[in-house]
């Protein structure tokens, strides 16, 4: 079938900025843990030179993926999926995009709130302070937040583009 816009790499029915998201999220994750690790090791600098990069670096693709979305659209290329349903209320597809919405949305506002929030508060370089414990509840949440929209996304891409 011809699809609007770049067909992908991967060998299925997404997009190439589907499939460069969901390939992105396999490196983000483990990077994002890396960073996280580096903090137990006293490595501030590091830690927030990598989250901060991150942050910029997931703005962006979300950025082109957005554009790609509202320019070429995802449900033509997931009709052939046996969870599509073209009403929006119902199909396992639908479901599965609206969690992954949640998570990805308070994702991207949490990461947000994290990362402006330390360069506020905490000193140059990074160093613990008084503002630590706060910095640490919100990032851990901001954290397990990042995985869940990630393994929803892959759940989604899965269902919309490659089962059939």
Known sequence: MDYPGLDGFLGNRASLM?????LAMF???PVMGWSIYQVRQKRYVLHMRVQVVLG???AAAVTL?????RVNGWRQRAVESP???DDLLSGLVNCSLCLHLVFAIS???LWVYVIVQALRKLPRPPAPNEY??????WAK???????LTAVTGWVFYYLAFVAG
């Open 141 to 147: 949440i901001a954290a397990v937040d990042m995985c």
């Open 27 to 29: 490196a983000v994750i």
């Open 107 to 109: 994702s991207f506002v």
């Open 65 to 69: 993926f957005e554009i790609d979305m």
């Open 56 to 58: 910029v670096v997931l």
């Open 18 to 22: 589907l499939d460069i998201v969901f």
């Open 132 to 137: 630590g414990p706060q910095h640490r509840f």
């Open 83 to 85: 969870y599509y349903s």
